[in-house]
C-alpha cells in the first residue's frame, strides 16, 4: 500500500464558486442561503484543527451545551429534520449513498 499524500490546502471559496457555476440556478439559490445561514451560526473551531478525540474531553457542561443547542434547532425546524431524515433514508434505499468509510477503515475523504 502506497502511503497517501499529505492533503493539499483548499482555496473553498474558488472551490465552492466552481461548484456553484455548474448548478442550476435553484440550486445555487440554495446554497446561497445556506451560507448566509451559517453566518447567523456561532463559529466552531475546524474538525481539521483538533484532535480527532478531542470530543471525548468535553466537559459535561460542554455537551450540554451542545444538546441544547441541537435541541433548540430541532425545535425551531421539526419539519425540516424530518425532510432531511426521509431525504436520507430515500437515498440509503435507492443505493445512491457514498461509503463513510474506505477500504482501510479510513473516513473517505471526496
Wanted: avoid cysteine; charged fraction near 25%.
Amino acid at each position: 500500500m502506497q502511503p497517501q499524500a499529505p492533503p493539499q490546502p483548499i482555496d473553498y471559496a474558488k472551490a465552492i464558486a466552481a461548484l456553484v457555476a455548474t448548478m442550476p440556478i435553484e440550486r445555487a439559490v440554495q446554497v446561497y442561503e445556506f451560507v448566509r445561514f451559517l453566518h447567523t451560526q456561532p463559529a466552531y473551531p475546524s474538525p481539521l484543527d483538533i484532535d480527532d478525540d478531542g470530543w471525548m474531553d468535553d466537559s459535561e457542561e460542554q455537551m450540554q451545551t451542545e444538546d441544547a443547542l441541537w435541541d433548540a434547532a430541532y425545535t425551531r425546524h421539526p419539519d425540516k429534520f424530518a425532510a432531511l431524515a426521509e431525504t436520507a433514508r430515500a437515498e440509503i434505499a435507492a443505493g445512491v449513498t457514498q461509503p463513510m468509510f474506505n477500504d482501510q477503515q479510513e473516513f473517505a475523504l471526496q
